[in-house]
């Protein structure tokens, strides 16, 4: 089986380009998490013309994750669904986001909005929180605290595993069956 | 009256909370067994790793004392109490309710329940309340057997009535269609929890009860038993796969539940859940 391939953040588009989808990739550097409200939110301040916060070549991570014990960075933090986040995705990636991570399939707009700006969506393993926890060395609050655990967090992650699911040229790891993936 | 017991609500209030905690940190035992047998059998490499993966988060999550998935769910609450059981020390809702409301906070659990589905949508704070179900049985016993229920799973459940007529071919299409439409979005290897017969609600009652069913039993009645199999070997042949990759095993399991129904119509509920299938029972 062909081994994990290393990649530090942020992601420029060279090293994007270089993505297959089936690769396996582990993440290390800063990610951002978003899910719903934090992408509803996003999305106004850009459509505002302003910047939440410079997303070029970043990394955003759909997950919400558990409280963290005392003395520890954060709980169990895997994937949550991103079908959920395709209505937001395109306007983010046209302000430059580099990729995201989530689980599941996404729509026609949001693959071929992946192909026009050359950025990447990974899948981390649905329900794998407790693994993908160790992974985090770092978690702060950066916006939208009153989110609770939807807010935005800034993660420092070392080798955190990810499959590259849909890669620059629009091809999915979902794909075999085109009608319903 | 002489053999009325009492149960104090205290007592239904901390075998919730521990039930909750000890559900999200570690997976019953015959859905571990699944989940590694699966491993074994899945043909497609990238499966193969996902199932390596999700075996290591098992282990974490257990040795760790965290939770396996960060859905640590909607707390589903069936409570089967004997007829001869007197609660007291308030209301029994109240006791599971609190019962959830710690156990959520002392695991360390994520809080993930708005009170108003259709405007505020704000979050309650302490995963309450709960959806609980209450039944009368026979005896003096209380048991209680919390479901943490995730939605990434519970999203891609659906509900029909079938024609009389559509018999066992059409509950296979509709299972088998919607675990095709679901795809990778419930976190396969999933389970598929079918009701079938009553009227609606009974259906989806009934799927909810099949969803934690032991993997190593079958129905009872032998040509539902033999349906399971089929519909199971069908949605594995769907190569979805572990997490959408593409994969021999996409369920690890098929359970039907049935009840009597009427001359016009044929219920079916599929309730799917993900492979962190967290449930357990505590008798009282």
């Keep these: 089986m062909k081994k994990e391939k290393g990649l530090d953040t942020p992601l420029t588009k060279e090293v994007r380009r270089d993505l297959k989808a089936g690769d396996k990739v582990l993440l290390s550097g800063t990610i951002y998490t978003a899910?719903?409200?934090?992408?509803?939110?996003?999305?106004?301040?850009?459509?505002?013309?302003?910047?939440?916060?410079?997303?070029?070549?970043?990394?955003?991570?759909?997950?919400?994750?558990?409280?963290?014990?005392?003395?520890?960075?954060?709980?169990?933090?895997?994937?949550?669904?991103?079908?959920?986040?395709?209505?937001?995705?395109?306007?983010?990636?046209?302000?430059?986001?580099?990729?995201?991570?989530g689980k599941g399939q996404r729509s026609a707009e949001v693959i071929s909005a992946l192909r026009k700006c050359k950025s990447v969506y990974f899948a981390a393993i649905g329900g794998a929180g407790a693994l993908l926890s160790t992974k985090v060395k770092n978690a702060k609050v950066v916006a939208y605290e009153d989110l609770g655990c939807e807010a935005i967090y800034k993660l420092e992650v070392r080798d955190f595993p990810v499959v590259v699911a849909v890669d620059t040229k629009g091809r999915s790891i979902y794909g075999r069956d085109s009608k319903h993936r | 009256m002489s053999d009325v017991r009492a149960v104090k609500t205290k007592t239904i209030t901390d075998a919730v909370a521990e039930l909750c905690i000890k559900t999200n940190y570690e997976l019953p035992r015959d859905v571990v067994s699944g989940i590694k047998e699966a491993k074994i059998r899945e043909k497609s490499e990238l499966g193969k790793y996902?199932?390596?993966?999700?075996?290591?988060?098992?282990?974490?999550?257990?040795?760790?004392?965290?939770?396996?998935?960060?859905?640590?769910?909607?707390?589903?609450?069936?409570?089967?109490?004997?007829?001869?059981?007197?609660?007291?020390?308030?209301?029994?809702?109240?006791?599971?309710?609190?019962?959830?409301?710690?156990?959520?906070?002392?695991?360390?659990?994520?809080?993930?329940?708005?009170?108003?589905?259709?405007?505020?949508?704000?979050?309650?704070?302490?995963?309450?309340?709960?959806?609980?179900?209450?039944?009368?049985?026979?005896?003096?016993?209380?048991?209680?057997?919390?479901?943490?229920?995730?939605?990434?799973?519970?999203?891609?459940?659906?509900?029909?009535?079938?024609?009389?007529?559509?018999?066992?071919?059409?509950?296979?299409?509709?299972?088998?269609?919607?675990?095709?439409?679901?795809?990778?979005?419930?976190?396969?290897?999933i389970i598929v929890g079918v009701g079938v017969g009553g009227t609606i609600e009974k259906a989806a009652m009934l799927s909810k009860r099949a969803l934690i069913r032991s993997l190593n039993k079958s129905n009872p009645n032998t040509k539902i038993a033999g349906l399971e199999k089929k519909i199971l070997i069908e949605i594995n042949k769907l190569d979805i796969g572990p997490q959408g990759f593409g994969g021999s095993i996409t369920a690890l399991s098929v359970n039907i539940e049935t009840y009597p129904t009427h001359i016009a119509g044929l219920p079916v509920a599929v309730n799917i859940g993900c492979y962190v299938s967290r449930h357990a029972s505590i008798t009282l």
Excluded: W
Aim: glycine share 10%.
């Design chain 2, 50 to 189: 996902c199932l390596e993966q999700i075996m290591r988060n098992l282990r974490i999550a257990k040795l760790k004392k965290i939770p396996v998935c960060q859905d640590t769910g909607m707390a589903v609450v069936f409570v089967e109490i004997g007829q001869n059981v007197h609660i007291i020390g308030g209301r029994l809702i109240d006791a599971i309710n609190k019962g959830v409301r710690l156990g959520y906070k002392r695991g360390y659990l994520r809080k993930s329940i708005v009170d108003d589905p259709i405007f505020t949508r704000k979050n309650t704070g302490d995963n309450t309340p709960a959806v609980i179900h209450t039944s009368i049985a026979s005896g003096s016993k209380i048991k209680i057997t919390v479901v943490p229920k995730g939605f990434g799973s519970e999203n891609m459940s659906r509900l029909t009535v079938l024609k009389p007529t559509d018999g066992a071919e059409g509950v296979k299409k509709f299972v088998v269609d919607t675990v095709r439409q679901a795809g990778a979005n419930p976190c396969p290897p």
């Design chain 1, 35 to 101: 899910r719903d409200m934090a992408h509803k939110r996003l999305v106004e301040v850009i459509k505002k013309k302003g910047k939440p916060f410079d997303l070029r070549d970043q990394i955003i991570y759909y997950t919400g994750p558990t409280p963290a014990k005392e003395g520890e960075i954060i709980g169990s933090c895997g994937p949550t669904t991103s079908s959920r986040m395709d209505k937001y995705t395109p306007a983010l990636l046209d302000a430059g986001l580099g990729g995201v991570v």
